[in-house]
């Protein structure tokens, strides 16, 4: 089986749309870059949105791979400033809550869930280990799936994935979570 590192983006900047990386987070990707080098990394997908390609480059850059967008590793939602950040927050909590609550835009929790699943599926049999770089919100949609809400970390739950956070994944099987020790 094929072991999957998915990687939460980097510190982005705090504004509304399709934002890139703060200079912090541009540190934090160098560092889960060369972790993941060491870990022998043998493809890297991301998400089409700049922070997480911003965050997988140097992630291929170091490994000598080419990088792959995959649009299923898109966020849930995405604040584009189209609606106000109280409802976008407003729907962020609904879908937690009620993870069939389909929002204003966007998927809903189970829905962005299976969509990543079916990416792991999809890249199963590739050669291994293969570098997602996604974003928190469909990382614990997967991990709610996985495992359980009981399982995942209330931390997670409640404040998100740490920025370059990885998560490791034997094809479907949980083995970490959230593991940030190679930013220290």
């Known amino acids: 089986m094929t ?13 509304p749309g399709d934002p890139g990386l703060t200079e ?3 540190r934090q990707a160098a560092r889960t870059a060369e972790r993941l080098r060491h870990l022998g990394v043998r493809a890297v997908f991301t998400s089409p ?3 997480a390609r911003e965050t997988a480059a140097p992630i291929a850059s170091r490994s000598g791979l080419p990088l792959q967008e995959d649009v299923r590793l898109r966020e849930r939602m995405n604040w584009d400033a189209s609606r106000s950040a109280e ?5 962020w909590a609904a879908s937690v809550e009620d993870r069939d609550f389909l929002p204003a835009s966007g998927d809903s929790s ?3 869930a299976e ?4 990416c792991l599926v999809d890249l199963a049999g590739a050669p291994g280990p293969v570098a997602l770089v996604t974003h928190g919100g469909v990382t614990v949609d997967l991990l709610r799936t996985l495992i359980g809400d009981d399982a995942v970390p209330a931390a997670l739950m409640r404040d998100g994935v ?5 998560t490791t994944l034997d094809h479907l099987s949980v083995v970490e979570i959230a593991a940030t020790a190679h930013l220290e």
Do not use: Y
């Open 3 to 15: 072991v999957f590192h998915l990687v939460q983006h980097a510190e982005k900047e705090r504004r």
């Open 24 to 26: 912090a987070g541009r």
């Open 49 to 51: 949105l700049r922070r």
């Open 87 to 91: 409802d976008f927050l407003r729907d």
């Open 110 to 112: 189970r829905a962005a």
């Open 115 to 118: 969509r990543l699943r079916a």
């Open 162 to 166: 740490p920025s370059c956070a990885i």
